[in-house]
């Protein structure tokens, strides 16, 4: 089963929180997607660019919106996201347990609905 792994946490840059504190948490993330890797679990991730740098599409009486930055005014943001293929519901949040964003905010554990392979939609399981 694929599990979607989503890092929510307070938006911080080098100037927040230090040089030295975004190398721990680089450093942490990657040792982290590399222990995903060699359970051979990782399907995919991504760290995402600060919310700041978002455009957000709506539409407004059936006309486009284009809004510069994030939809909703927040202090947390949508930081990254990791998917792994573990049997289980108790197996992912094992795996979410051991997510370093956990010690400095929320990891959000979603199952997967559906996902493609070759560009054919197939129901994860």
């Known amino acids: 089963m694929r599990y979607m792994l989503l890092f929510h946490y307070g938006e911080a840059t080098e100037e927040s929180i230090g040089a030295e504190a975004m190398a721990e948490g680089m450093r942490a993330m990657a040792a982290y997607a590399a222990t995903l890797e060699q359970a051979e679990i990782l399907v995919s991730g991504q760290v995402l660019q600060p919310s700041s740098s978002s ?71």
């Open 55 to 125: 455009t957000t599409l709506t539409l407004v009486d059936g006309e486009p919106r284009i809004q510069d930055g994030p939809f909703a005014d927040t202090k947390e943001q949508l930081g990254g996201v990791i998917v792994i293929d573990v049997p289980d519901l108790d197996t992912a949040l094992d795996w979410a347990r051991q997510a370093p964003p956990l010690s400095w905010g929320t990891v959000e554990i979603r199952p997967g609905a559906v996902h493609t392979e070759a560009g054919t939609w197939v129901p994860s399981s």
